[in-house]
């Protein structure tokens, strides 16, 4: 791609005010287009396939479809289109569940305006950038021994919760206000990782090893 072509961004966050703002940040800079907003993980998935955009800055806390689903989904089925995880959180389980769905960049939403420009420009290039805490986490997870369940996401310890509490899917999705399909790809990603092959099995882990409280 040429460098001096427009980067084509697409802001994904549930506060109005929130996208307001990153909206007039982007359009200091002659090399940013603004191709789409969206409020939530499944509008962003939708307007990734519609807009097509280079950039992704992506929130992570929305209702609907979470952001580190989103960036998994992104990810897998638009690879030329990168992400940057924005958010306001710095727990230590949302580091690691974004990187490893595939988000390129982990940034506050405190992060100075030359940072999350200099960020963009280094994720159209597949270069990753990251906050010095989210640095801090990749380095403690690496000297720390692996524990089952440590990289389930929140949004999935939040389902494996209402598992063990007997909720059907269809519960789960009303307790969690999320499609049928969104709890389905999160009860398939919790199997995964537990190493199991059934719910029955993911919940007997969970209350043998109190992986929920």
């Keep these: 791609m040429n460098e001096q072509t427009p980067i084509r961004i697409l802001l994904v966050d549930d506060h109005d005010m929130v996208r307001s703002g990153l909206a007039v940040f982007l359009l200091a800079y002659d090399d940013f287009i603004l191709v789409g907003e969206a409020v939530n993980g499944q509008d962003a ?3 990734c396939a519609e807009l097509q955009p280079d950039v992704v800055l992506m929130d992570l806390m929305m209702p609907v ?3 580190i689903t989103a960036i998994r989904l992104i990810r897998e089925r638009f690879q030329e289109i990168q992400v940057i995880a924005l958010t306001s959180f710095s727990e230590e389980k949302l580091v690691e569940t974004s990187l490893e769905a595939g988000a390129i960049g982990y940034l506050f939403k405190n992060v100075s305006v030359a940072e999350l420009a200099a960020a963009i ?3 159209r290039a597949g270069l990753p950038t990251l906050a010095p805490e989210a640095t801090r986490v990749l380095i403690r997870k690496a000297t720390q021994p692996f524990t089952l369940g440590q990289d389930l996401t929140v949004r999935e310890q939040e389902v ?5 509490e007997g909720c059907s899917n269809p ?12 709890v389905k790809t999160h009860v398939s990603h919790i199997l995964e990782k537990l190493g199991v ?3 029955l099995e993911a919940v007997t882990l969970a209350i043998r090893h ?4």
Excluded: C, I, P, Y
Aim: proline share 0%; glycine share 4%; hydrophobic share 45%.
């Design 121 to 123: 420009r280094a994720a």
């Design 210 to 213: 109190k992986l929920v409280s």
């Design 197 to 199: 092959n059934s719910r």
């Design 45 to 47: 998935l939708e307007k």
């Design 65 to 67: 479809m979470d952001g």
């Design 171 to 182: 519960e789960v999705a009303e307790r969690l206000s999320v499609s049928l399909s969104t």
């Design 160 to 164: 494996l919760k209402l598992l063990v």
